[in-house]
């Protein structure tokens, strides 16, 4: 069966700090890896990882997949308040669905 | 206008009572899913069709039956209701189901079971 495993589950920083996610995952027949930001509502695309070492940047979030190790990071500099929500990896096999980890729960306080 | 947009926004019901939960998307998507998020933010595929042909059918009680009428729109009907069932509905939409396309998460239909 697919893993997806993120960490941490939850995390507290304040304004100003670069925070770094981890999503480790075991996957039959990898195809691509997402990651999304979840505020009151609907997840919310960020970046569709599918090559290892080529990094997304959109602002002051960034990502990067390893698929020799099997894992992401998803770094978020110089957090503001608005970045506070939970962030979702996950991951696409050769089937239909994405696969969810379970999120990370960020806090950034004044 | 909204891509993909559910209704209820919030639904409050008692034990046992049947409900239905609709979701339609205007992006031409072929694809079209039901997650459910619990109480712990875990999101977890229920079922998925595509182009009205059901492609996904997780381990889900059959109180639990989807229904496409056109690639357009997939409903969710809970018969029976249960408090387990609590949780937040999510609908979403792809382009093609086996391709590395995102998906498109409607705004969720939160279920409350008393």
């Known amino acids: 069966e697919d893993k997806v495993v993120q960490s941490p589950l939850s995390l507290v920083v304040h304004e100003g700090d670069t925070v770094t996610l981890n999503c480790s995952y075991e996957v039959t027949n990898f195809r691509s890896l997402l990651w999304y930001k979840q505020e009151k509502k609907a997840p919310t695309f960020l970046f569709m990882l599918t090559s290892s070492g080529i990094e997304k940047k959109s602002g002051r979030l960034s990502s990067i997949l390893d698929k020799k190790e099997l894992f992401s990071i998803l770094n978020i500099t110089a957090t503001q308040t608005g970045d506070s929500a939970i962030y979702l990896c996950?991951?696409?096999?050769?089937?239909?669905?994405?696969?969810f980890g379970k999120g990370t729960s960020l806090l950034v306080t004044p | 206008d909204t891509a993909v947009s559910q209704t209820p926004k919030y639904l409050v019901t008692q034990m046992g009572n049947d409900k239905s939960i609709k979701c339609e998307q205007n992006l031409g998507h072929d694809t079209m899913y039901w997650y459910k998020q619990d109480s712990k933010k875990f999101l977890k595929i229920m079922f998925s069709y595509n182009n009205k042909e059901l492609i996904i059918n997780e381990t889900v009680p059959n109180r639990f039956s989807p229904k496409s009428p056109d690639k357009a729109h997939l409903n969710l009907h809970i018969n029976s209701l249960e408090l387990g069932d609590s949780a937040v509905y999510f609908c979403?939409?792809?382009?093609?189901?086996?391709?590395?396309?995102?998906?498109?998460f409607g705004s969720g239909t939160q279920l409350s079971v008393l």
């Open positions: 996950a991951v696409k096999n050769a089937g239909y669905a994405l696969n």
């Open positions: 979403a939409s792809s382009p093609r189901a086996a391709f590395n396309e995102k998906l498109f």
